[in-house]
């Protein structure tokens, strides 16, 4: 397995600012309205035979505050729980969510109010979000908004904090230790001698998942934390978490 740090630079298997209409499938448009698409990746640039196989590093537009999927309890499943969610990767590399749509509180299941303070946060990320988009055409590169050139070079940001390797403790962690994570999976921590020394063992029906990779939010949308990415090849399961 391949494992880098701090993706700055492009190639064939890295592609930025996918659309929406490649990522979901069409039986759930609505998947549109919840995530922004950052970045395609093709699987042989961790493993070889992985190759042909693309997932899509995506942010949620939730939380507000707290965590994604704190306030919709009721419609939670066996792929789903607070700060967790699951997609199947079909045949032609679609994203098909493995939970309800109800999972997500910026719907009118919920009465969302679409004129609220919290929609209007939700709007500063899309604005952000087409921001990074426009100079990334114009300058081949993800750059900073404030300061988008130095010394005549575009002063670029990371696509991607971490692609591959094993997986880093971090407060994302907290939900294991607490048995709250999708009944679905299996999830333990091991802790070693030094406070340094730990291995994660998450699973689903006994096969393994892989970190794919991790991003900073902020380095797309303007705010949030981190968002991880991990894979089960088997069953083709992508599984998300994020660290604030």
Not at 169 to 175: A, L, R, T
Request: aromatic share 18%; glycine share 6%.
């Amino acid at each position: 397995m391949n494992t880098r740090e701090n993706i700055s630079e492009l190639n064939e298997n890295l592609r930025p600012f996918p659309e929406a209409q490649d990522i979901f499938v069409k039986e759930q448009p609505w998947l549109k309205n919840h995530f922004l698409p950052l970045m395609s990746i093709d699987l042989a640039e961790i493993n070889p035979d992985w190759a042909g196989q693309k997932v899509y590093m995506i942010c949620p537009f939730e939380p507000y505050d707290g965590y994604i999927g704190n306030n919709t309890t009721k419609y939670h499943n066996e792929y789903t729980a607070p700060n967790w969610l699951a997609f199947r990767l079909t045949e032609d590399n679609k994203f098909e969510f493995l939970g309800k749509e109800g999972y997500f509180w910026r719907t009118a299941i919920h009465y969302w109010d679409f004129n609220s303070e919290m929609e209007k946060e939700f709007q500063k990320m899309q604005q952000f979000y087409e921001k990074y988009k426009a100079n990334f055409e114009k300058y081949g590169a993800l750059v900073d908004l404030h300061n988008p050139e130095r010394k005549g070079k575009p002063n670029k940001k990371n696509y991607l904090e971490r692609l591959g390797g094993e997986i880093e403790y971090g407060n994302w962690s907290s939900s294991i230790e607490r048995k709250e994570y999708p009944k679905a999976f299996e999830m333990k921590i091991q802790y070693g001698k030094d406070d340094e020394e730990v291995v994660f063992d998450i699973s689903y029906q006994g096969n393994p998942f892989y970190l794919i990779a991790e991003t900073g939010a902020y380095d797309w949308v303007g705010s949030g934390g981190y968002i991880i990415m991990m894979y089960e090849p088997i069953n083709r399961i992508v599984l998300f978490t994020f660290d604030y």
